[in-house]
C-alpha cells in the first residue's frame, strides 16, 4: 500500500522503512545472511527473502522475525519473486557450467518445491512471473549465459529464448502491462523485449 519499504543487505540485516517519514521501523540480522533480494507477499503480513546463505526465508512483517524457511538449495539464492496471487515463490540459482543454475518454484502454502526450471549454463541472476502479461502462467529467467528464458510455470517446458551476443552477463528483469520485458545487462545497457507468441524480439536498447 506504499506505506512500508523493505531493504537487505550483505551486512546480514533486513530493515523495514517507513516511506513518509523514512525512519527505520525494525531490524533483524541473522549471521551469515548475506542477503540478495528480498519481496512482500501481496495481501499478507509476510516478505520472503533470498540469500548467499542458500536459504530462502519467509518473515513476519509485525516482528520481522522469520516464520519459516524453504529447504537449502545447493547454491546460493540470487533472485526471488512472488506471484500477483500471494500463493507462490520464484527463486534462481548461481552455478557454474550448468551445475546449479536452476530456478526453483516453491508453494507458500504448503511450503514445499514444487517444480526446478533448467537450461540456462551458468548462474540465473533474476527470476520473475510474467501472469500479468499473457492468459497461461508464464515466468522469466535471466542468466549470466547472456541467455532471457520463458518457462511454462505448470509444466517446466520453456517456451522461447533470447540470446544477447556480446551482452556480458544479464543482471536483471523487469515487466509492463505491454507485454515488455526490461532486460539488464553488464556490457550493453538495457535491452527491451516483446513477448510475441512463443517468441521474443528485441524492440529497442538503451
Same mark, same amino acid.
Given at each position: ?12 540485516? @533486513?530493515? +523495514? ?5 523514512? !525512519? ?6 541473522? &549471521? ?5 533480494? /528480498?519481496?512482500? @507477499? ?13 536459504? #530462502? ?13 524453504? &529447504? ?9 519473486? /512472488?506471484? &500477483?496471487? %500471494?500463493?507462490? /515463490? ?7 557450467? %550448468? ?9 507458500? =502454502?504448503? =511450503?514445499?518445491?514444487?517444480? *526446478? ?6 548462474? #540465473?541472476?533474476?527470476?520473475?512471473? +510474467? ?18 528464458? $520463458? ?9 522461447? *529464448? ?5 551482452? %556480458? &552477463?544479464?543482471?536483471?528483469? !523487469? !515487466? ?13 545497457? #538495457?535491452? $527491451? ?14
Amino acid at each position: 500500500d506504499n506505506t512500508y519499504l523493505c531493504s537487505g543487505s550483505r551486512d546480514n540485516t @533486513v530493515k +523495514l522503512w517507513d516511506v513518509e517519514t523514512a !525512519a527505520c521501523i525494525k531490524t533483524n540480522t541473522i &549471521p551469515q545472511n548475506l542477503v540478495t533480494d /528480498v519481496k512482500f @507477499v501481496p495481501g499478507s503480513n509476510v516478505i520472503v527473502q533470498a540469500g548467499e546463505d542458500k536459504e #530462502v526465508r519467509v518473515f513476519d512483517l509485525r516482528t520481522l522475525q522469520p516464520v519459516f524457511s524453504f &529447504p537449502k538449495k545447493q547454491y546460493i539464492q540470487m533472485c526471488c519473486d /512472488v506471484s &500477483p496471487d %500471494g500463493n507462490y /515463490v520464484l527463486t534462481s540459482s548461481n552455478g557454474f557450467s %550448468g551445475s546449479g543454475c536452476e530456478s526453483t518454484l516453491w508453494d507458500l =502454502r504448503t =511450503r514445499k518445491l514444487l517444480l *526446478e526450471y533448467r537450461g540456462h549454463a551458468e548462474a #540465473v541472476e533474476a527470476c520473475m512471473f +510474467l501472469h500479468n502479461l499473457t492468459s497461461n502462467p508464464l515466468l522469466a529467467t535471466a542468466s549470466r549465459d547472456r541467455r532471457v528464458k $520463458v518457462w511454462n510455470q505448470r509444466t517446466g517446458v520453456q517456451e522461447c *529464448e533470447y540470446i544477447f551476443e556480446g551482452s %556480458g &552477463p544479464l543482471t536483471s528483469l !523487469a !515487466a509492463d502491462q505491454d507485454k515488455l520485458i526490461f532486460v539488464g545487462s553488464f556490457n550493453t545497457g #538495457v535491452h $527491451v523485449l516483446k513477448l510475441c507468441e512463443k517468441s521474443l524480439a528485441e524492440v529497442i536498447n538503451f
